[in-house]
């Protein structure tokens, strides 16, 4: 295995740490969660609960309501691929981007060190309240917890950033979900140090 070298570890640090505990802004889901969008969920899935497919079914489930699958989540609060010109600058779609998060900027300092290919280790979410359609959008602040120091790992030498998210409903603020997230950001075996 490839040895690391304590002073990228030092310089990896000193642009990363300064990220280890900050939370960024609240982002919002692009679209209010959907019946529709629910339903194509659950399509996808093949899931046939019908507190997702059926009103008077989930009016008398003890949720009292249509909700969506808590796997949902992700789907369902994921930033769109691409908006128009035309409405990127309204209030209902500013702060929808990753722009300005603290995994984001990470991810630009690791690749500017060279640590530019990113892979996901894991994902936990623990669900804290049901959420659907009625709920508004699905809002989501994000705070880096911990930066590791360099490794090597079998796919390159990298460091790992992990993350918690927090999930609410835009109608009433209600904390909906959290999620911790390590996303590995390494260089490849085989490739060159970056300058930095």
Same mark, same amino acid.
């Given at each position: ?97 990753? $722009? ?5 900027? =990470?991810?630009? %300092?690791?690749?500017? &060190?060279? *640590? ?53 409903? $835009? ?5 909906? =979900?959290?999620? %911790?997230?390590?996303? &590995?950001? *390494? ?10």
């Amino acid at each position: 295995m490839t040895s690391i070298d304590a002073v990228e570890n030092e310089r990896m640090h000193a642009q990363l740490d300064p990220l280890v505990g900050v939370t960024g802004p609240l982002r919002w889901s692009p679209r209010p969660i959907e019946r529709s969008s629910v339903w194509n969920f659950c399509e996808s899935v093949e899931d046939a609960n019908p507190v997702y497919w059926d009103e008077s079914i989930a009016a008398e489930s003890r949720f009292g309501r249509l909700i969506a699958p808590p796997q949902a989540l992700m789907a369902l609060s994921q930033r769109p691929w691409w908006i128009p010109e035309c409405w990127r600058d309204r209030d209902d779609v500013v702060g929808i981007g990753n $722009e300005g998060t603290p995994s984001t900027l =990470a991810k630009q %300092r690791s690749s500017a &060190l060279g *640590y530019d290919t990113a892979t996901n280790v894991t994902r936990n979410e623990e669900y804290l309240s049901p959420f659907g359609p009625g709920d508004g959008r699905l809002g989501q602040a994000e705070t880096l917890v911990e930066v590791s120091d360099l490794k090597a790992t079998k796919v390159g030498v990298g460091t790992f950033l992990t993350t918690e998210i927090e999930f609410v409903a $835009e109608t009433d603020g209600r904390p909906v =979900a959290r999620a %911790r997230n390590v996303l &590995l950001m *390494y260089r490849p075996h085989g490739e060159r140090k970056g300058a930095a």
